[in-house]
């Protein structure tokens, strides 16, 4: 007996891709709002994810003794990421040292302890989807489509505000950990950008290579073209010398 099930797509209705970074006025507001629910976890979450920038597996897996010394919170702190297992180093704002404390001193959390326990008794500390679903209705609360910001945006926020203020790649690489600047120029870009940048690369790719093959006194392009300045499909005859290919004529002196 055959039946005719059809399964919906899941990213049927949904905003897929990158999600864009926070701007400064939804970060007050999210803060301020937090501030007066008394919400102390998710103060110290927001602001935690805001500064150290980490992706959710890492923010997640934090525990106590990674931002405290003592009884004092960490201006500066260090983490080992666990996609890359590269280091990474982050500043603690004052504005988070005091969330942090605060979190600490009402969970009565200890040293070993995750800093973000969760309340079933399977998971040691929050997962990465219950975190997913606290981003999308801190989001809501202000306002704010939740289906266009996700954790990645809370990633991308502090790096986004920080290169257009420095306009320094290098250093945006550095705090985000990333091991190429690939990566890094991914997260400071639109999807737009990143498919003009694709395709313009892409096309000086073939003008160069179509160029080389020319000097090589052959043209190995794709149809028996090539392409010129703008762009432009030329036919290619093998009889033709390099020079006339790329557009000169030799001067003999």
């Known amino acids: 007996m055959e039946t005719n099930q059809t399964r919906e797509p899941w990213n049927k209705g949904k905003l897929v891709g990158q999600k864009p970074p926070l701007k400064p ?3 007050w507001a999210i803060r301020i709002h937090l501030q007066n629910e008394h919400q102390l976890r998710d103060l110290a979450m927001f602001n935690l994810a805001i500064d150290s920038k980490l992706r959710g597996c890492d923010l997640v897996n934090l525990r106590v003794r ?39 001193e ?3 959390l200890k040293p ?25 209705q801190w989001v809501a609360t202000i306002g704010l489509d939740s289906t266009v910001s996700g954790t990645h945006s809370m990633r991308r926020t502090k790096a986004t505000l920080i290169y257009k203020r420095t306009k320094k790649q290098r250093a945006v690489q550095l705090l985000l950990g990333h091991t190429k600047l690939e990566n890094t120029l991914g997260t400071l870009e639109s999807r737009s950008t990143m498919l003009w940048r694709f395709r313009s690369t892409l096309k000086s790719s073939k003008l160069a290579a179509a160029a080389a093959g020319a000097m090589r006194g052959f043209v190995r392009p794709l149809s028996g073209t090539i392409l010129d300045a703008c762009s432009r499909p030329i036919p290619v005859s093998r009889a033709e010398p390099p020079s006339v290919l790329l557009g000169y004529v030799p001067v003999r002196c």
């Open 106 to 108: 009402k969970a009565n």
């Open 25 to 27: 006025k939804d970060i």
């Open 112 to 136: 070993e302890h995750y800093l973000f326990p969760s309340r079933l008794a399977k998971s040691p500390h929050v997962s990465t989807r219950q975190y997913a679903r606290i981003v999308h």
């Open 66 to 104: 990674d931002v405290t010394h003592a009884d004092q919170i960490l201006p500066r702190a260090m983490v080992v990421q666990r996609k890359t297992q590269r280091p990474v180093q982050f500043e603690l704002t004052e504005p988070t040292r005091c969330a942090v404390s605060a979190w600490i």
